[in-house]
């Protein structure tokens, strides 16, 4: 079995900055991709940004420039670095990860994580 743990929400007035981080952990082969999602009540979950194992990232249009996603291979952990927090960024963030696993290396899975929630006041 494989867990995602999240950490680093919370409150924050717009134009701060806020970093998330999520530790996976469990019987992991290998982790071809990590990214986070954010939803809204009432809203459909959606892709804020992605990072590959071999670093390549990609982001929904509204983060890019504010949002910046990193790993650390060594840790199976991903980072979310956001800058210039906007009101409309207001949401409950998960962790996602593709994870091949000891017993399904070649399969991955999709794990997630509990959510985290990020609010920004106007």
């Known amino acids: 079995q494989v867990q995602l743990v999240e950490s680093g929400g919370g409150w924050v007035q717009a134009g701060g900055s806020l970093r998330l981080s999520c530790a996976a952990s469990?019987?992991?082969?290998?982790?071809?991709?990590m990214g986070w999602y954010r939803q809204v009540p009432g809203k459909e979950r959606e892709l804020v940004a992605r990072?590959?194992?071999?670093?390549?990232?990609n982001y929904v249009e509204s983060v890019r420039g504010r949002f910046t996603i990193s790993r650390d291979n060594s840790k199976n952990t991903v980072y979310l670095q956001m800058n210039s927090l906007k009101p409309e960024d207001t949401a409950v963030y998960f962790c996602?990860?593709?994870?091949?696993?000891?017993?399904?290396?070649?399969?991955?899975?999709?794990?997630w994580g509990q959510g985290t929630q990020v609010t920004v006041s106007s």
């Open positions: 469990g019987f992991i082969f290998s982790i071809p991709a």
């Open positions: 996602n990860a593709e994870v091949g696993t000891i017993t399904h290396p070649t399969s991955p899975l999709t794990y």
């Open positions: 990072i590959t194992s071999l670093g390549k990232t």
